[in-house]
């Protein structure tokens, strides 16, 4: 009796963290659909725009990985109850915002948020994070950190935090300043020397956020550049066709929403145990292959796809290889990542993976929404109707992310070794150890 108390604590305690890692998930998706609705209340320009999502993102990714060392120190339960409270009221302050800034700093601390707690639901979030907080509360169980003595690389989360900012500022600056202006440099170049001396910091830290030894490992290492601009080409696509939708197609919200079903049905329909069973049967590295080419695919034929697309002609395909592709692609990617690390090192690489999509989705997002901001602007100096210019710019970014996503194809192909090869040559260099010793 006592075992299966202990079993159903387990499961209660799963539901739990399901339902808050839900409850992020969800926000991300409404913030796209909820995109040209912001931008026509809060008068964003499409560029600025970009800081609704990046402002999460960024926090997000800064803060995750200590939030990660927080929780072995002070407790994983008290870190949740923490993250999540900071997300449940950020949300509500997001709700109230009444300006811009007011906005992108109330979404930089639901970043923060979401980071602890492991994100515009806004109002909604209220209930459910009360919920969500009672429940863990009451139900999950207590667990002793080690203690904030052991360390906590809190200036490395500054250093990568705030020179990532610096870095999207620049970028999305760089359109009105121009790319060689001085503005631009010397931003720029203080983004460089902060990220500089985070890794800096990170080689000589005795408790670093991201130990470099996790970079020696050839699979991980490329999984990161991999997710890093895979996470480009998915983001830039729901950024872009969310304004494509309303502003050229005359969407409205709901509908945008509704149209964006097949990719959760996709993803959704795979993640029950298809890919799982996939990985399993033909490998982790060529699931990803197939993953990644139909991603490809998809952002094609977004990019060569009229202005006044109908939904179910050109959209749907579209929308529906996303999210097959995706379903394969990320969760294989993550499996080949952890094929190159050690048990002990298996939770930082997890962290890194997530951290290092985070962050590329932000800085790509950034270069994205700047540059079709240029194209449209371009065609609108050349005559061109206004829906026709924002259309020219959306697929601007759509072939730019097609691009990126070939890109990962080629690198996942030339550069991922396969699980058993990854296996077979640890189990060599055990041996080798052994010989030695």
């Known amino acids: 009796m006592l ?3 202990k079993s159903d604590r387990r499961w209660l305690a799963l539901y739990i963290l399901c339902a808050g890692f839900l409850m ?25 725009l970009a800081w609704v999502v990046n402002a999460y993102l960024i926090a997000y990714a800064g ?61 909604v979030n209220l209930p459910i994070g009360v919920v969500i907080a009672v429940l863990a509360a009451r139900l999950l169980e207590s667990d002793r950190g080690v203690g904030l003595d052991q360390g906590a690389d809190v200036l490395g989360a500054l250093l990568v935090t705030t020179g990532l900012m610096l870095g999207v500022y620049t970028i ?18 203080v983004a460089v020397i902060l990220l500089a001396a985070f890794v800096v910091r990170q080689a000589t830290a005795s408790n670093p956020l991201l ?32 304004l494509d939708m309303q502003r050229v197609l005359g969407y409205r919200p709901l509908t945008i929403g509704l149209a964006f079903l097949p990719v959760s049905v996709g993803m959704g329909a795979l993640s029950i145990g298809v890919t799982a069973r996939l990985i399993m049967r033909f490998g982790a590295r060529n699931v990803l292959l197939v993953g990644f080419g139909l991603i490809s695919v998809a952002l094609l034929l977004a990019a060569r796809g009229p202005v006044h697309g109908d939904y179910l002609r050109d959209w749907l395909p579209v929308l529906a290889l996303l999210g097959i592709g995706g379903g394969l692609a990320f969760p294989s990617l993550a499996v080949v990542a952890m094929a190159g690390t050690t048990p002990t090192d298996a939770g ?15 800085l790509g997002l950034a270069v994205l929404a700047t540059v079709s901001t240029s194209r449209t602007s371009d065609l609108i100096a050349q005559g061109q109707s206004t829906v026709a210019a924002l259309s020219g710019g959306y697929h601007l ?41």
Not at 26 to 48: E, R
Not at 172 to 188: P, R, W
Not at 213 to 234: K, T
Request: aromatic letters at 8%.
């Open 172 to 189: 999305v600056q760089s359109a009105e300043y121009g790319l060689v202006s001085t503005h631009t440099i010397g931003f720029g170049g």
């Open 63 to 123: 803060v995750l990985l200590l939030a990660g060392r927080l929780g072995d120190l002070l407790g994983r339960k008290r870190i949740f109850l923490i993250g999540l409270a900071a997300f449940t009221a950020a949300s509500v302050l997001c709700g109230l915002s009444v300006s811009q800034p007011m906005l992108i700093a109330a979404r930089f601390l639901q970043g923060i948020g979401g980071a602890v707690s492991w994100h515009w639901i806004f109002f």
């Open 348 to 362: 930082l690489a997890s962290g890194l993976l997530n951290t290092t999509g985070q962050v590329g989705a932000a």
């Open 397 to 437: 970014a759509w072939a730019i992310g097609a691009g990126l996503a070939i890109a990962s194809v080629v690198l996942a192909a030339t550069l991922l070794k396969s699980e058993t090869t990854v296996n077979s040559d640890r189990a060599i260099e055990e041996e080798e150890e052994e010989a030695c010793g």
């Open 3 to 5: 075992q299966e108390t």
């Open 211 to 242: 130990p470099l030894r996790l970079f020696l490992s050839r699979n991980l290492s490329a999984s990161n550049v991999i997710q890093a601009i895979g996470g480009v080409a998915m983001f830039g696509f729901f950024f872009m066709s969310s």
């Open 24 to 48: 992020i998930v969800l926000d991300m998706t409404i913030v796209n659909v909820a995109l040209p609705s912001i931008k026509n209340d809060l008068g964003f320009s499409q560029a600025s």
